[in-house]
């Protein structure tokens, strides 16, 4: 018999932790298009959710699960303390960011500097279970490459080769982490942008498929670089699960087919026409409590990515909305927009 493993500890697809995009209303318009994928906030420090307004910062709608927190730090206690504040929202894990490397974030030496500290992370990884009994994940680089890098133990260290992160799982292995998730790039400490270092360091895939061959007990997923059903297909065969980032906002209904990966070939039979209906009582809501309805319907800017009407719908639901609310030139867009291209499934 076929062992079962909760689709919540072993997503088969999951939506990246994304600053200023994997807010809460983002996430609720997720899932009018995929039910089963496990949706991540974006990240919030430790430090954040110990002296922040707690339901500012980790409130949520139940329709967001399953959910996944990521937090980000440096110090054991300071991630006890912001777990432990997160028990009271119930988010369903508890992921740990070792994986950013932009300048902000390093400095204070969180992120993907902490791969050159497995011993901290381990720590870290043990505070957090002290502070939940929820599942606890991480999200890393294959590596990271300091070269240049100022910083005062770390400057031109590089922990870029397979035996590196080898090393690195080694070390945190027995603190028994729920999911690895790996983005298959090393992470340039010095030099480039956050998002160069999502573009230029190349693509490593065989050495994410590897690490599942060596470690054939640890749950894998794959992250960095994937766009489409077939690729996540494709990595499917070698990892666990696989984590889609940039395709989610750039082209959010080839989400629609997703699900399949969970119930074995049934994809979700949905239409935009569905999707935008699916916004609309949302957007309605935000209105009526006197929120910015663009709140949400940014993050559906390109739901007719690479179709026809793509631009009038831009048109149609970009702001200023001052002639007519938010909710009724969605309602516009309904009418206006080519009905094959609305209902197509
Ligand atoms: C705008 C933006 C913000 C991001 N913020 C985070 C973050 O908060 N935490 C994190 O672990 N990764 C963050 N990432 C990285 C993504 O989670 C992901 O690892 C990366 O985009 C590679 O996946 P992709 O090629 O599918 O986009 C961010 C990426 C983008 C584009």
């Known amino acids: 018999m076929k062992k079962y493993i909760s689709p919540i500890k072993a997503p088969k697809v999951s939506i990246a932790p994304m600053v200023d995009r994997t807010d809460r209303h983002f996430r609720y318009f997720l899932r009018g298009i995929t039910k089963k994928s496990l949706l991540y906030t974006e990240m919030i420090t430790a430090q954040a959710i ?43 894990e508890i992921n740990l960011n070792v994986g950013c490397p932009s300048d902000r974030v390093s400095g204070n030496q969180m992120g993907a500097v902490l791969m050159a500290y497995p011993e901290l992370v381990r720590e870290m990884i043990l505070a957090m279970r002290e502070g939940t009994k929820k599942p606890i994940t991480i999200k890393h680089r294959i590596g990271i490459d300091g070269t ?38 090393v992470a340039i400490l010095a030099g480039l942008s956050p998002k160069e270092n999502r573009e230029i360091p190349p693509i490593r895939y065989d050495e994410v498929y590897k690490l599942k061959k060596d470690f054939p007990h640890l749950n894998i997923e794959i992250n960095g670089g994937i766009k489409t059903c077939d690729e996540i297909e494709e990595h499917l065969k070698y990892v666990d699960g696989v984590m889609i980032g940039r395709a ?47 709140l949400i319907l940014k993050h559906g800017l390109e739901l007719f990515h690479g179709v026809r009407g793509t631009r009038q719908w831009k048109q149609i639901i970009s702001p200023p909305f001052k002639d007519m609310k938010a909710s009724e030139r969605v309602k516009l867009a309904l009418r206006e927009l080519p009905e094959d291209i609305l209902n197509s499934k």
Not at 83 to 91: G, H, N, P, Q, T
Not at 251 to 279: C, H, Q, T
């Open 148 to 185: 240049g890098y100022l910083s005062d133990d770390f400057n031109n260290k590089i922990f870029d080769r397979y035996e590196d992160m080898v090393n690195f799982i080694n070390i945190i292995e027995d603190a028994k982490l729920d999911r690895f998730t790996v983005h298959a790039r």
């Open 50 to 92: 110990i002296h922040g307004d707690l339901e500012k910062l980790l409130a949520f709608d139940k329709i967001e699960k399953p959910l996944s927190l990521q937090v980000a730090g440096c110090s054991p206690d300071d991630i006890y303390k912001a777990v432990k504040l997160a028990e009271a929202f119930d988010y369903d």
């Open 248 to 294: 989610s906002y750039e082209n959010p209904f080839m989400l629609r087919d997703v699900d399949k990966f969970y119930d074995g070939d049934i994809k979700n039979s949905l239409s935009r026409k569905d999707i935008i209906e699916w916004m609309l009582p949302y957007i309605e809501q935000l209105e009526t409590n006197g929120e910015n309805p663009n």
